[in-house]
């Protein structure tokens, strides 16, 4: 048996430590945390985020072999393996201000780790983080005059908010990173006998650490420009009557290209995206990397730009102001299947719709109470209405702008009955049938096609 800690109940630490757990019976894992309502909800029916398939595994495992807690202390001295997955946001204050990688909860974690070691123990990088971090843990770490050793081990997570099961269950690679020294190959191998236990072993790529850090910074830069790069497209679309939904198919269908990640939207949100992709940024700074900083950077600026060419487009078409009237935001999370609003573009729109001094009400299934958080002093100005319904009624335009399934089969014949006319419709995901909406009386106005309007020319 092998006692596996898990520093942090978050988005990550929770749902990775319930699917190791799920697979591997004969291991004993904890996770902590310092927020204890979170754990108490993570010990609850009512787990503290909301993932599709999370329940389920969380209760086969949850007092057999998966246990949380707020004893952080006492659980370092029992692991063998302590995964760390605090969170790792975008520093906001001295060097590297709105860009670098805000580390100090991690070296909080590293120096709790020191102090309460009594034995040798595998250290995984399990956070998102700047290359080369492992190289400062291992000097922390071993800076210990009791002669213990710890062995870092870089091991990112893939998983995507709103498919983390599945995409645990089944993900495309595992990675591992470590030191090609025999210790470090150890620690390799005995990251790779937890992962083999589901994963097939050609799907768990070993690296050295640097390339495993910087792989994950890549992937998620990579991802995100392709979005930004079918949302650049879409601006040019709006002005010369391409369809933005057929760019994308006729593009997508190169094999070389590929049809994943190719739905313009009002922008991408969630936690890492940029933050991640600000992180390379400073990183490709700090080795005086000037022109693939910029190159990255643009990524980021292009997803602010479609967030607010979104909310230009809609104060322009209702006729240059949008002062006192009801906004119904169909969609609060940052992308659909989660309650996770942080980035949302949702709430980048909200607040520039408030600055124009519009009446904003939100709806949404799962992410309200989050929106409401994630706001802050703004919340008392949005109304939070659970039902799209109400939420529309007597509203002067809908805007959606999280792509929950639903919300493509609501009544909107019923919905454009309640509403002030002219009515709108803003699709910032393209999941609605326009052509039907129009016909209905809707003026609509997608991400990247022409508008579709009831007016006489
Ligand atoms: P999160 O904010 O949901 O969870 C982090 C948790 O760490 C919080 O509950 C916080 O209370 C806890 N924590 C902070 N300091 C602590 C300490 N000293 N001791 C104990 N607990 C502490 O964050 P997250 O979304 O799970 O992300 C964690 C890391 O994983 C980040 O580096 C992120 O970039 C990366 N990541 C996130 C995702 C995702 O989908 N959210 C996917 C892949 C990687
Ligand atoms: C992303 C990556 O997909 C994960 O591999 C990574 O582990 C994770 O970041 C992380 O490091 O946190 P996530 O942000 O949860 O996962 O969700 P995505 O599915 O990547 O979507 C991100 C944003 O891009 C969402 O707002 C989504 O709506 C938007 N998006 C995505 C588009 O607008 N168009 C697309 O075609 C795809």
Not at 122 to 137: D, F, Y
Not at 284 to 306: I, R, T
Not at 313 to 341: E, Q, Y
Request: proline residues 5%; negative net charge.
């Amino acid at each position: 048996m092998t006692n596996i800690l898990c520093i942090g109940a978050g988005y990550v630490g929770g749902p990775t430590m319930a699917v190791i757990a799920k697979h591997c019976p004969e291991h004993r894992i904890v996770v902590v945390d310092i927020n204890e309502a979170k754990i108490a909800a993570w010990q609850s029916d009512h787990l503290p985020i909301y993932e599709p398939g999370l329940e389920e595994v969380v209760r086969g495992a949850r007092g057999r072999n998966l246990f949380f807690s707020t004893e952080i202390n006492r659980h370092i001295v029992e692991a063998d393996v302590i995964f760390v997955s605090v969170n790792t946001p975008t520093k906001t204050f001295g060097q590297g201000a709105g860009k670098a990688a805000d580390l100090q909860y991690w070296e909080k974690t590293a120096r709790q780790i020191l102090e309460h070691s009594t034995t040798p123990k595998i250290v995984v990088e399990k956070s998102t983080l700047p290359v080369r971090t492992a190289q400062a843990l291992e000097r922390i770490l071993n800076s210990n005059d009791n002669g213990l050793h710890f062995d870092v081990v870089s091991n990112p997570e893939f998983l995507a908010e709103g498919t983390a099961i599945r995409d645990l269950e089944n993900p495309d690679r595992v990675l591992v990173g470590a030191r090609e020294t025999p210790s470090g190959q150890r620690a390799l191998q005995a990251m790779v006998d937890i992962y083999a236990h589901w994963v097939p072993r050609e799907r768990i790529i070993t690296t050295n650490l640097w390339s495993s850090e910087l792989s994950k910074l890549a992937a998620n830069a990579f991802l995100a420009q392709r979005v930004s790069s079918i949302n650049a497209i879409s601006a040019l679309c709006e002005k010369t009557e391409a369809d933005i939904a057929e760019v994308a198919q006729a593009i997508g269908t190169d094999s070389r290209i590929g049809p994943r990640f190719l739905r313009a939207s009002v922008g991408f949100g969630g936690s890492c995206f940029k933050k991640d992709i600000l992180n390379l940024v400073y990183l490709c700074e700090h080795y005086s990397l000037y022109e693939v900083a910029a190159y990255w950077e643009q990524v980021v600026k292009m997803n602010e730009y479609q967030q607010a060419r979104f909310v230009s487009r809609m104060v322009s078409a209702m006729f240059n102001t949008v002062a006192g009237k009801r906004i119904a935001l169909f969609g609060a999370a940052f992308k659909a299947n989660t309650s996770d609003t942080r980035e949302s573009p949702a709430l980048a729109v909200c607040r520039t719709l408030l600055e124009e001094r519009a009446n904003v009400v939100i709806t949404d299934p799962h992410a309200l109470d989050n929106a409401r958080a994630d706001l802050g002093a703004a919340a008392e100005k949005v109304t939070f209405e659970p039902d799209p319904y109400v939420a529309a009624r007597g509203a002067h335009a809908i805007a959606v702008l999280t792509e929950w399934p639903y919300l493509a089969e609501l009544d909107y014949a019923a919905i454009l009955e309640s509403m002030v006319k002219p009515a709108f419709i803003f699709d910032g995901r393209n999941i609605l049938d326009h052509q039907k909406l129009y016909a209905m009386g809707f003026n609509v106005y997608a991400i990247g096609k022409p508008p579709l309007t009831n007016f006489p020319s």
